[in-house]
């Protein structure tokens, strides 16, 4: 399985609305990571989890909240959002260590709109 | 700091001609170098990758890419180009002991019929 699985698709939400993103992995690999994609932008760095431990939190606002439950799962917790945070965010896995020559595998994405 | 610049927003090319994205960095050190795609409202694919050795990299769907050091250049190619081709192409640049990965700004690449 060379796959990774994001969902929802597409979540509408309001400013005060508290939502999850979810991704899934199976192919063992122990480096996940979020990005944030604006339209025809390449993907901005948000959070790197290395053996299920946060090791890269690029300055991203307080009300996304990661969380790596186990070796297959990643979440993004949101809450508070604002219309700016409107993006398509993916999910990408590796092999550990993250980043250097491992190639990362994204998943498709969810499109989060903020209303 | 590390750089990666892909010069150009869009290629035209029509099916069957060769294709050329660009893409060069700006490093110190021996860096890694990458081709994602990005089909629309899709997510990232890997393409190809250059760690070392040989500086022709083949990778996916018939996609090469040569890593020239003194030009500091990862161009992408393809000798004969396909309309399924179109897409989004970032290329990204990596180093040993860094987690994260600097991409260009991407290129479109348009395969006409």
């Known amino acids: 399985d060379t796959e990774v699985t994001q969902t929802p698709k597409h979540l509408v939400m309001g400013m005060t609305n508290k939502k999850s993103l979810k991704c899934e992995q199976h192919?063992?690999?122990?480096?996940m990571y979020w990005y944030k994609q604006k339209a025809k932008k390449p993907p901005e760095l948000m959070f790197v989890?290395?053996?299920?431990?946060?090791?890269i939190n690029e300055s991203v606002p307080s009300r996304f909240s990661p969380e790596c439950p186990n070796s297959s799962l990643l979440n993004l917790h949101l809450h508070a959002l604002q219309p700016e945070d409107s993006a398509l965010y993916l999910c990408?896995?590796?092999?550990?260590?993250?980043?250097?020559?491992?190639?990362?595998?994204f998943g498709p994405g969810t499109r989060l709109t903020v209303l | 700091a590390q750089s990666v610049a892909q010069p150009e927003d869009q290629v035209n090319v029509a099916e069957g001609n060769p294709l050329t994205v660009k893409c060069t960095y700006s490093?110190?050190?021996?860096?890694?170098l990458f081709w994602y795609v990005q089909y629309p409202n899709r997510g990232l694919q890997f393409l190809l990758k250059?760690?070392?050795?040989?500086?022709l990299v083949k990778g996916s769907y018939g996609f090469e890419a040569e890593f020239n050091k003194s030009q500091t250049s990862f161009h992408l190619k393809k000798p004969s180009a396909l309309v399924s081709d179109s897409a989004l192409y970032f290329c990204?640049?990596?180093?040993?002991?860094?987690?994260?990965?600097?991409f260009g700004k991407g290129t479109m690449l348009l395969v006409s019929p």
């Open positions: 990204a640049v990596g180093f040993r002991g860094y987690s994260t990965l600097t």
């Open positions: 250059y760690i070392t050795g040989d500086n």
């Open positions: 490093v110190s050190g021996n860096p890694y």
């Open positions: 989890y290395s053996y299920e431990k946060l090791s």
């Open positions: 192919m063992g690999h122990r480096a």
């Open positions: 990408a896995s590796s092999q550990a260590p993250a980043g250097g020559y491992n190639e990362q595998f």
